[in-house]
Each structure stands twice: as structure tokens, then as C-alpha cells.
């Protein structure tokens, strides 16, 4: 039994089957040691405009991609799922070195053009047989270099970087002392709120002491060197500045859509609940159109619904990009929004 589709390819192009790329690769790779056997270097030409249609214009335009996704995959199953990124930007080097090969030997320097034409051969096969795919670790190392991790949208941003704002005012110094007993408040607008919460609604002054333990933690956590102190202000400050991660607005919009997708589907099964009680009270002679009418409409709505999911669901795997697996949500269906 062969694995249902979990990402549209044509639709879902943040992500990809792992094994389209090992598909494309091989392509490339035999045609490329094609050319270099039969002396026709015309080839490697064909490979690099083929490879640069599908970068510009999408899969669809892509034909190991139409073989894959229509002949291989509907046969075999789906495989794992991974960051269409990296497969991208080794297409991208592939394009590169193929061109320059083209032009190598369009310019007579036979040897540099099959060289390149080899390389790209060696390496593509490689990918293929054995998954190492070197133009997608590159993409990884540079990533990395970049600071560019999974859920690096969550990772913590450093308060002084954040609108040029000074150390002392993000948290805890280098210079001085750190605060002892939350006299440092007497620096900051939260001072005067925390005395008047402690002078109203305490009564004594171990009452206003038990007030105030709320803003000594929050002190406490402040005045840590380079960690939840920066945190905590730049989340301070993205929040009054009205910043929002990309990964937040997702799930914001996620969730959104899928309460209203439930309302829906909701609605639309009472419909069909009133719908069958008003059919078994109708005259034999309306009962014909009556239900024809209403299995339009369901067909028509379960349509609409089914767009919906796959918006949402793409939308969810988004979202699982840019966050840590514990942050990862799973795929909406029609039975987990009824149940």
C-alpha cells in the first residue's frame, strides 16, 4: 500500500519529497556522463536551460519533477518530507557549472567544458545513489554561518543591537554592581507602580513586601548577564514597537482560519441535518429536485472545504520550518476539525 500525499508538490513548494531531488539528480548526472561519452557537449547545454526553466517558472515546468511527481511517486508512495531550500540552491550550482561548461565549449576550451561537465556529473550521481547531495550542504553550511537554524525566529534577539538602545537600560551592566533588593526599579517608570501596589493594597509592610515579590523576580531574571536579561527586553521592545516574528503571525493565522474552517464545517452539517428532516416531510413529486439540490450544495461545499484544508496545510508546514519540533503542529483534517 503506497503512502497518501501529505504536501502538494505544486502547491506546497516550501517543502519537498526528499526522494524528487535524488530523481533530478540522476537525470542530470547520466545525461551529464552521456554527453562526455558521446562527445556531444550540446547536452549539457539542454540540462542547464532545463534546470534554469524549472528555478524560474516552478515544478510544473520541470520534467524529472513531472516524472516523478506523476509517474514515480503516485506508484511508489511518498517519501520523507524535507526543506525545499537546499535541493534549490544545488540546482542553482548546477545551472552554474553546466552553463559554464556550455560556454567552455562554445568558446573552444574543450578540456575546462568537459571538466566542469564531469564535475557535475560526479557529484550529481553521488547525490543520487548516495544522498549526499554537496550543493545542499553547502546551502546548510552557509546557513549556519548566517545564523540561519530551525525556529531561528525564536532564538533570542540581543537588547543592545535593538534600536541602538544602551546595556544599562536592557538589563544588568558590565560597569556597575548588579541591584540588590530591587532598588534598581528606582531607575525605570515601573518604580512608581510597584510602590503604589505595594502602599494600596498591602496592609503593613510584609504585605507590601509579598506585593512586590512578583517584580523581584522579574528583576532577578532581568539582571542575568547576556541571557533572559537581553531576552527579555528585546521581547519588551518588539512588543511595544508592534514587531511580530514571521512564525508568530503563521500561527496566528492558522488558528484563525481554523476555527472559522470549523464553524463552517459545523454549519454545514446542521444544514444537512435540517436538509434530511425537511426531504422525509416533502410530497413525492418535490422529493426528486429537493435532494438533487442538496447534493449539489454538499458537493459544492465539501469542495470548498477541501481548498481551505490545503491552504491551512500549507500554511502548517510553513510554520514547521521556522519553528523547533516541540513547536510543530500537525496537519488539519476534515475529522479532527468535526470531532
Not at 5 to 17: G, H, N, Q, S, Y
Not at 189 to 204: E, F, I, L, S
Not at 295 to 301: H, L, N, P, S, Y
Not at 322 to 336: D, K, N, S
Amino acid at each position: 500500500m503506497t503512502r497518501a500525499r501529505t504536501a502538494d508538490p505544486w502547491l506546497d513548494t516550501d517543502v519537498i519529497d526528499s526522494r524528487a531531488p535524488r530523481t533530478n539528480q540522476a537525470v542530470v548526472g547520466t545525461l551529464s556522463l552521456l554527453a562526455f561519452l558521446t562527445g556531444w557537449w550540446p547536452i549539457l547545454g539542454l540540462l542547464a536551460a532545463q534546470l534554469a526553466i524549472g528555478l524560474r517558472f516552478g515544478r510544473k515546468y520541470c520534467l524529472p519533477c513531472l516524472l516523478y511527481f506523476g509517474v514515480i511517486q503516485p506508484r511508489f508512495g511518498e517519501g520523507p518530507i524535507e526543506d525545499s531550500r537546499p535541493p534549490r540552491f544545488a540546482n542553482m550550482v548546477g545551472v552554474a557549472f553546466l552553463g559554464s561548461a556550455t560556454v567552455a565549449h562554445a568558446l573552444g576550451a574543450t578540456e575546462i567544458g568537459w571538466a566542469l561537465g564531469l564535475i557535475v556529473a560526479a557529484l550529481a550521481l553521488l547525490a543520487a545513489t548516495t544522498g549526499l547531495c554537496v550543493g545542499c550542504e553547502m546551502y546548510k553550511i552557509g546557513a549556519r554561518i548566517r545564523g540561519i537554524r530551525p525556529g531561528a525566529d525564536r532564538r533570542a534577539v540581543h537588547a543592545p543591537a535593538v534600536h541602538g538602545l544602551p546595556r544599562a537600560r536592557a538589563g544588568a551592566s558590565r560597569g556597575r554592581p548588579p541591584c540588590r533588593h530591587g532598588r534598581c526599579l528606582a531607575a525605570t517608570r515601573d518604580r512608581p507602580q510597584v510602590r503604589h501596589r505595594a502602599r494600596t493594597h498591602g496592609r503593613g509592610r510584609r504585605a507590601g513586601r509579598a506585593r512586590d515579590r512578583p517584580h523581584r523576580l522579574i528583576l532577578g531574571v532581568m539582571q542575568e548577564e547576556d541571557g533572559p536579561a537581553d531576552t527579555w527586553a528585546a521581547r519588551h521592545i518588539m512588543r511595544n514597537a508592534g514587531a511580530t516574528p514571521e512564525w508568530a503571525a503563521l500561527r496566528k493565522e492558522i488558528d484563525d482560519r481554523t476555527a472559522g474552517l470549523r464553524r463552517r464545517l459545523v454549519a454545514h452539517r446542521e444544514w444537512l441535518h435540517d436538509r434530511t428532516r425537511l426531504l422525509a416531510e416533502l410530497p413525492a413529486d418535490r422529493i426528486l429536485d429537493a435532494v438533487k439540490a442538496t447534493e449539489a450544495r454538499d458537493v459544492r461545499v465539501r469542495a470548498e472545504i477541501e481548498i481551505a484544508l490545503s491552504e491551512i496545510n500549507a500554511l502548517v508546514r510553513r510554520y514547521d520550518l521556522l519553528v523547533v519540533p516541540a513547536m510543530q503542529l500537525p496537519l488539519v483534517t476534515a475529522e479532527r476539525l468535526g470531532s
